[in-house]
């Protein structure tokens, strides 16, 4: 595909229970970044990997939040023991190399009930 | 860290141009970029100023001025589909993740 895309475009899943959410950035694009927003906010960094180690991940909100990209392309955003306040858009953005154009996916869309 | 301001709501007509200002305050500030989000849609890249000075793109340009921690998008001939949100985000270096402001909801009407 020539965009970023992201699977599921929505979740909804119960406090407690553990998530995964998936996001495969454009060909070739060495930095991926997540990002989650609320609304009528912009959104707000969590992680960014360049290749395969997470260069950033000081916008983590705790240690229930973890990221993975072990093979340099695909990425994967682990919640666990999701909380009501974890609602929001989660976006995934990939850039060539870190630069300063981001080309963002649709997000995904989670509830917790 | 970095923090930026912009307004939260503008409203204008169509065909008429509109300026969105972005002031930020932050340490090590490299440049700052703008995007445009429709309701339900992902972000989209519209333009990016790491020197001081105006970018021209189209109908859309984009300014700063690094001196007054200050920048605005400037859209012209406006269409109803410019509909949107716009924000501004600052970028520390090359390689950091982006900074956003809260975002600037544009209604253009007939």
């Known amino acids: 595909g020539a965009g970023v895309s992201q699977t599921p475009s929505n979740k909804v899943t119960e406090k407690g229970k553990y998530v995964e959410l998936r996001c495969d950035p454009i060909?070739?694009?060495?930095?991926l970044y997540w990002y989650r927003q609320s609304l009528g906010q912009g959104p707000e960094f969590l992680i960014y990997f360049q290749g395969t180690g997470a260069a950033d991940d000081s916008g983590l909100p705790n240690d229930r939040f973890f990221a993975v990209r072990p093979e340099g392309s695909v990425s994967t955003l682990k919640i666990q023991r999701t909380e009501r306040g974890d609602s929001a858009v989660y976006l995934c953005a990939s850039s060539p190399s870190g630069q300063e154009t981001q080309y963002f996916g649709p997000g995904t869309r989670l509830l917790v009930l | 860290g970095q923090s930026l301001e912009q307004p939260s709501e503008v409203t204008a007509v169509e065909g008429a141009i509109v300026q969105i200002n972005c002031t930020y305050q932050?340490?090590?500030?490299?440049?700052l970029s703008w995007y445009q989000q429709h309701d339900g849609g992902a972000p989209t890249f519209l333009s990016y100023n790491a020197l001081d000075g105006l970018e021209e793109t189209g109908r859309f340009s984009s300014f700063l001025s690094r001196s007054d921690s200050y920048g605005y998008l400037l859209l012209q001939e406006l269409q109803m589909k410019d509909s949107a949100s716009y924000f501004c985000a600052g970028l520390n270096s090359g390689n950091t993740p982006l900074v956003f402001g809260k975002g600037t909801r544009l209604s253009v009407i007939a």
């Open positions: 932050t340490s090590g500030f490299y440049g």
């Open positions: 060909s070739g694009h060495t930095a």
